[in-house]
């Protein structure tokens, strides 16, 4: 069956909740494959190889937020702050666990406490999807060198996940857990009003006009929460590389999001008229040739009157267009606030 969602192709949250969705759905029985696909500019379609019903869908979806609201992966915190057990008790702040960004971790006691703590956690697992999503996640980083003196550990993260750092909030704790918890709490309809846009319902964000519930992934706005938790379990299909060049600000740790030396900071989606299974959806976000078609049009001075070898490869794919997001930074020095801007589209 496919069912037609409303969808604003400009905007990055959109393409993460399709896919997010999708993953959703596939998550749930291993032989069910989804396709997603732009009809224009306002409305993406899902075609589910079962013809589950929207209604079918929303139980998914409510069912998948249930069962991460109770998952030792978003449950689990620890004091990471303490160096042995001599400090124990000296310390009061708590960490989520799987949170990929963390503040004051000690050496060596708070690393090794995390690592265990981790590695327990990802042992309770569930799904293949389980497992890629906190992949994808990033975690705290060990090996990305020292700043000020300090160990880098930002390094480790996602550039998808765009919490802003202040007064100690952290991903897992301070919103997907939220998050997965009100989608939980809804009706069945309720959740379906929210996927299908009839009705725009922030629980976690408090309904306000400048909710983060979106986390980055556009300005600040009311975000329905049912929507929400598909766009951010559509970073999974975004993987994490590990880099050890910490030091510069040139280099960026996440698929398809990317920060460059001036500095440039923007994000390359692709747009597809045609049905794509998940798989290759990732497999196109995680390309050489999406990344480079992007840089090269955030970066060439001139017109390109010649079709790049990035946009063949792209083309042959089916990509009949790509979207460049640039991502606006506050500020604040010492907690800047992220998230992505209306994009443009850039047809091949």
């Known amino acids: 069956m496919a069912i037609r969602i409303p969808a604003d192709i400009t905007d990055a949250f959109s393409h993460l909740m399709m896919v997010g969705l999708a993953s959703i759905l596939e998550d749930d029985d291993s032989g069910r494959h989804c396709m997603i696909r732009w009809i224009d500019f306002r409305h993406a379609e899902l075609t589910i190889s079962d013809d589950l019903d929207m209604e079918a869908v929303s139980v998914i979806v409510s069912n998948h937020a249930e069962r991460w609201s109770s998952m030792k992966a978003l449950q689990s915190r620890g004091d990471y702050t303490v160096s042995d057990a001599r400090d124990a008790g000296k310390s009061s702040s708590m960490h989520a666990t799987m949170s990929p960004r963390l503040s004051a971790l000690s050496v060596p006691g708070g690393w090794e406490k995390l690592s265990q703590d981790r590695e327990a956690a990802i042992d309770d697992l569930r799904t293949w999807s389980d497992y890629r999503y906190f992949g994808a996640l990033g975690q705290p980083s060990y090996w990305s060198g020292e700043r000020s003196k300090k160990l880098w550990s930002d390094a480790g993260a996602s550039r998808w996940e765009m ?98 030396k001036g500095p440039i900071r923007f994000a390359v989606l692709p747009i597809t008229d045609k049905p794509w299974t998940v798989a290759k959806y990732r497999s196109v976000v995680r390309s050489s040739a999406l990344a480079e078609f992007g840089i090269q049009q955030k970066t060439t001075t001139t017109d390109m009157t010649t079709i790049s070898s990035a946009a063949d490869w792209l083309r042959e794919k089916g990509v009949c267009a790509c979207v460049l997001f640039n991502q606006f930074v506050s500020d604040n020095a010492s907690a800047p606030e992220r998230w992505l801007e209306p994009g443009e589209i850039i047809p091949l």
């Not at 986390?215 to 299909?237: E, F, I, Q, Y």
């Open 163 to 260: 919490v802003t750092r202040n007064q100690g909030q952290e991903f897992v704790q301070g919103r997907l857990l939220p998050l997965a918890q009100k989608v939980a709490e809804r009706s069945v309809q309720a959740v379906q009003d929210g996927l299908m846009g009839k009705d725009i319902v922030d629980e976690a964000g408090k309904n306000s006009a400048t909710s983060r519930t979106a986390t980055g992934l556009h300005a600040p706005s009311k975000t329905d929460n049912a929507r929400a938790w598909c766009a951010l379990m559509g970073v999974s299909a975004f993987p994490t590389w590990v880099c050890t060049s910490a030091g510069n600000d040139d280099r960026d740790p996440s698929t398809a999001l990317f920060q460059l």
